[in-house]
């Protein structure tokens, strides 16, 4: 199938994911779901293999993310969403801040992932920008799992990947996919401020 086909469509896919995401829909995960599939194949022809192997972990966030808004809980829930439990009535998942507890692992997570999967790129394949593609990747683990979870915070890891990736697939000659990113570096900062407001009704 032509790359290119596959990119304008990607982007288009990516565009709808994005707007689900600025509303806070739960449907976005069905994007969620086609967008990496899509993107499997565009990143691996333009040898971003870490790209390339992080749309499995989207995937499988997708997923995770379909069923934790959808039947997730928090602890602690109020008496009235256990009414409502009780009553039969689909609770949807509220916005939350990120629990300061998970601050230092998440911090974790990114160095170890970013320090692998740079060696993994430096060692054992071809790419031409290991830390740059290390880099969005090891963030975007940490940005697709905060987005899973409902946290508003994961709008800033998404604004940074977002800015990096424009840059990086214009220097990769995927124009497409960079102007659907640059876009997204846009859109995620009306994004936060948007979630901020749906974190505000009762």
Request: contains cysteine.
């Amino acid at each position: 199938m032509d790359m290119n086909f596959l990119e304008i469509f990607g982007t288009v896919v990516g565009l709808v994911y994005l707007w689900l995401e600025y509303r806070a829909s739960i449907y976005l995960w069905i994007a969620g779901i086609i967008m990496p599939a899509i993107y499997i194949f565009v990143y691996y022809k333009a040898g971003l293999y870490a790209d390339f192997g992080i749309n499995i972990y989207y995937l499988i966030a997708a997923v995770y993310g379909w069923f934790f808004w959808m039947w997730g809980r928090r602890k602690g829930k109020s008496r009235e969403s256990a009414d409502m439990e009780k009553n039969g009535k689909l609770q949807q998942l509220s916005i939350v801040h990120t629990p300061c507890r998970y601050y230092l692992p998440l911090f974790f997570v990114f160095i170890i992932s970013f320090l692998g999967i740079a060696w993994i790129l430096i060692e054992y394949t071809d790419s031409n920008v290991p830390w740059l593609d290390s880099f969005t990747t090891a963030l975007s683990i940490v940005g697709m799992w905060m987005l899973a979870r409902k946290y508003i915070e994961q709008w800033f890891a998404w604004i940074l990947v977002d800015i990096v990736c424009c840059g990086l697939y214009i220097y990769k000659d995927l124009y497409f996919t960079s102007a659907l990113y640059g876009l997204y570096s846009i859109i995620a900062i009306f994004g936060y401020f948007k979630w901020k407001r749906l974190m505000s009704v009762p």
